[in-house]
């Protein structure tokens, strides 16, 4: 089970974390992905971690804004999101697979219930 937490409404400019903490199982082997949606589009890739920490990778619209991070003796993702911009205004979810480089919703097998941030102009 994952519980994603950490959303809330902030200004343009401004910088927020989210957290993703697991229960019920280690998922320390897992691929751990942060995805975004909004009203009437598809849940969209933010950024990945692999299980080791050493591949990361970002949607080109949150490069070099946006670090994803693990802790796995915590049992727990982070996302660091700086520099936001309206755009960014979603409901985030973290998720897990089992699958290296997994970039698409469909590939992952485990989601939290999402976390609403909202950036004002």
């Known amino acids: 089970q994952l519980q994603a937490s950490g959303g809330g409404l902030v200004q343009a400019g401004a910088s927020l974390r989210v957290s993703c903490a697991a229960s019920g199982r280690t998922f320390s082997n897992y691929v751990m992905g942060w995805f975004r949606q909004t009203p009437g589009k598809e849940r969209e890739i933010v950024a990945v971690i692999n299980w080791s920490v050493t591949s990361t990778y970002y949607a080109d619209s949150v490069k070099g804004r946006f670090t994803i991070s693990r802790d796995n003796a915590k049992n727990t993702v982070y996302l660091q999101m700086n520099s936001l911009k309206p755009e960014d205004t979603a409901v985030y979810y973290c998720?897990?697979?089992?699958?290296?480089?997994?970039?698409?919703?469909?590939?992952?097998?485990?989601w939290g219930q999402g976390t609403l941030v909202t950036v004002s102009s």
């Open positions: 998720a897990a697979s089992i699958r290296f480089g997994a970039t698409s919703p469909n590939d992952y097998n485990y």
